[in-house]
């Protein structure tokens, strides 16, 4: 007992005096970085050079010819494509985050009307938009990337392509690829979507820069019963 009391001592003496002692939490990761606060009331102002559509042919959202892209929810669209039109000049004020080309709408100005992103009343919801599954076509789309569209939190979701073809995917799917999709970039995808008199928009479940080389990201809208999204391969550089 007196010679595990005594070892017992000795351990305790060498880590107090051992310059090489650290805490386990010095281990631990850094905090994560602070959020900067998105710069509130923010004004943009431009001529509208076409809208950004979602695959269902909703506008979410209109590119300016300065190239600063706005971002409404799709429950506005009809309002919005009712008060202007692309070619018109539009004022837009919201808010922004720190080095993000996105301004999010609170309130819209064109042609003398006004348009008010206004919050839900508590305990409501915007309307629920019915989409049906078969209404979206398999397309494909081919060309040069013109310009990566973005969430309003910075996020790549998105390109525009040279025919104005827009291409929609996942944040993730943006950050998977995200060294390889850039502007000038030649870029393949096929998807389900719409194409109309407003513009051509699909939802990528491949994509590559060819048809021969493009890589599934994730599964279409015709899925059989009980059977969910496939999981996304590996990052790949196909690009």
Known sequence: ??????????????????TAFTPAFAHLPPPPPVAVAPEADTVASGRVQQWLLNPNGEAD?????????????????????????????????????????VVRMQSLSANGRSLIDEPP??????????????????MTADGRIERLLYNDLGD???????????????PHIGAMYGAQLQPGAQLYARGWGTRGAQGTALEATSMGPTASTAREVFEGPHRGPGRGPVAPRPP????
Request: net charge positive; with cysteine.
């Open 121 to 138: 009343v508590p305990g409501m919801f915007p309307p629920r938009r019915a989409h049906d599954p078969a209404a979206l076509s398999a």
């Open 61 to 101: 959202g209109l590119l300016l010819a300065d190239g600063t892209q706005v971002a409404f929810p799709p429950h506005l669209s009809a309002a919005v494509m009712q008060a202007l039109r692309p070619g018109d000049t539009v004022q837009v004020r919201g808010w922004r985050a720190p080095q993000v080309p």
């Open 1 to 18: 007992m007196t010679h595990r009391i005594a070892s017992i001592a000795t351990a305790v003496c060498l880590l107090a005096g051992s």
């Open 156 to 170: 790549v979701h998105g390109a525009l392509l040279a025919d104005r073809t827009i291409v929609r995917f996942p």
């Open 236 to 239: 790949v550089p196909v690009f």
